[in-house]
Each structure stands twice: as structure tokens, then as C-alpha cells.
């Protein structure tokens, strides 16, 4: 098992900036993908970052591309997503999820593990 814990959610402007952070502890894979995911109430869970932790390579969905980053810390076993010019639209519960692998997906019933979710809210 792989547990995920998310933190860094709050309250902000629009215009403003968040990090979140994804600590992972438990079991090791040779390859995986760290992603996060975001869901506002009444929508489907929607795919936002994903990185291959092994190889680096970094996928967006179109919705963030070029508004948020994400990045890993290796010693740490962290993925962060450093959200910059928050739009209100942005506003949801932010997971970060974990699948064995090297394949990028953008469903969320591929990923296996699931932190608790964190939420972001960003006012107008």
C-alpha cells in the first residue's frame, strides 16, 4: 500500500498563489506516476498534473497549462503543484493520486492510491 498525504490548501485570491504538497510513504515501485486531480462540487474528478517520478517527464491538463507546476523532491518522496494566478474556477478539492507504472493516464479510476484531498478556494 501506498499512503498519500496532501496539505497546503486554503483560501486565496484571485491572482493569487498556492503550493500543495503530497508526502507518500509506504510501499516502493521501480516505476510510478505521482499526479493530482481536482474536483468542484457537482463535477467529475478532473486530471490536472502528473509527473513520471523515474523519468521526469510532466503532464497538464489544458485548463493549467501554464498557470500551475508540478514538481518532486526525491529525498522527500513529494510531489508539490505550485498554482499561480488562481481563477475562482480553480476553486475544488485538489487530490494527489499514485499508480504503479510508466504510462501516462488522465482517468482518475487508473490510480490506485488517493490522499484525503485538500481544499482550495479562490475567491473573486
Known amino acids: 500500500q501506498v499512503q498519500l498525504v496532501e496539505s497546503g490548501g486554503g483560501l486565496v485570491q484571485a491572482g493569487g498563489s498556492l503550493r500543495l504538497s503530497c508526502a507518500a510513504s509506504g510501499r516502493t515501485f521501480g516505476s510510478i506516476i505521482r499526479g493530482w486531480f481536482r474536483q468542484a462540487p457537482g463535477k467529475e474528478r478532473e486530471f490536472v498534473a502528473a509527473?513520471?517520478?523515474?523519468?521526469?517527464?510532466?503532464y497538464y491538463g489544458d485548463s493549467v497549462k501554464g498557470r500551475f507546476a508540478i514538481s518532486r523532491d526525491n529525498a522527500k518522496n513529494t510531489v508539490y503543484l505550485q498554482m499561480n494566478s488562481l481563477k475562482p474556477e480553480d476553486t475544488a478539492v485538489y487530490y494527489c493520486?499514485?499508480?504503479?507504472?510508466?504510462?501516462?493516464?488522465?482517468?482518475?479510476?487508473?490510480?490506485?492510491?488517493w490522499g484525503q484531498g485538500t481544499q482550495v478556494t479562490v475567491s473573486s
Open positions: 493520486a499514485a499508480r504503479g507504472g510508466s504510462s501516462y493516464v488522465i482517468a482518475p479510476e487508473e490510480y490506485d492510491y
Open positions: 509527473i513520471n517520478w523515474s523519468r521526469g517527464n510532466i
